[in-house]
């Protein structure tokens, strides 16, 4: 069983829909939670980063992250057609190196129709 | 300001040759982090850079891949003797400084076929 279990869709909305994606993980030692974008054949890109249990709001994007059920979740408001990509849930113990070795969900595909 | 880069974006391998990826991270970020993408699944953790400093290597899937960043900003991911396990996207990330809060920002990515 993966560390981090994804659910990969594909996911397929019309615009202006309430989207909800999640991520369930194994790992109590996780502490650093990321939600990332991924354009067809680009690297991913960063959308929001929470540090422990709570909400994060920004923009159209809240994240939440629940460490009592090992559950993260990221809702997207108002759906464009151009948040279509790839979602890509990643996690992060905290490592006595001070970094984020991020470990990574397999991806949501997202499509938002006209 | 330029992003990550990497190079070549392409590569088309036969099974058994050695193939060189180079990454270009942001000027002056410390950490540097290569990560291989299979089709249909998130990155995975290869390795870790703090400046020319490699202080983790956990996720080198086998003796065939080593990695360097001799001065501290280029880096280069080899594999040697490449087989079709090791067909995938190889990501490179690097991110200002050492931290927990310090964002990482992906390249392209280099996509490697081995036939």
């Known amino acids: 069983q993966k560390e981090v279990e994804q659910d990969p869709g594909p996911l397929s909305v019309p615009e202006g829909a309430i989207v909800s994606l999640n991520c369930t993980y194994s790992?109590?030692?996780?502490?650093?939670f990321m939600w990332y974008r991924q354009y067809s054949r680009k690297g991913p890109e960063l959308l929001m980063y929470?540090?422990?249990?709570g909400n994060k709001e920004d923009g159209r994007f809240t994240a939440q992250v629940d460490k009592s059920s090992k559950y993260i979740s990221l809702f997207i408001r108002d759906s464009q057609p151009s948040d279509s990509a790839t979602y890509l849930c990643?996690?992060?113990?905290?490592?006595?190196?001070?970094?984020?070795?991020?470990?990574f969900g397999a991806g949501t595909r997202l499509a938002v129709h006209p | 300001g330029a992003g990550v880069s990497q190079s070549p974006r392409y590569k088309v391998a036969k099974r058994g040759q050695d193939v060189a990826l180079r990454c270009d991270p942001i000027?002056?970020?410390?950490?540097l982090f290569w990560y291989q993408q299979a089709l249909g699944q998130g990155p995975e953790f290869l390795t870790y850079?703090?400046?020319?400093?490699?202080?983790?290597k956990s996720g080198l899937p086998s003796d065939r891949f080593f990695a360097e960043r001799p001065e501290g900003s280029v880096s280069t991911l080899k594999i040697q003797r490449t087989q079709q396990e090791d067909s995938a996207v190889y990501l490179c990330?690097?991110?200002?400084?050492?931290?927990?809060?310090?964002?990482?920002?992906f390249g392209p990515g280099t996509r490697l076929t081995v036939t």
């Open positions: 000027s002056g970020h410390v950490s």
């Open positions: 790992n109590s030692a996780f502490q650093y």
């Open positions: 929470t540090y422990s249990s």
């Open positions: 990643a996690m992060s113990p905290h490592l006595s190196g001070g970094y984020n070795k991020l470990i």
């Open positions: 990330a690097s991110s200002l400084a050492q931290g927990f809060y310090y964002e990482q920002y």
């Open positions: 850079f703090q400046n020319e400093a490699q202080l983790d």
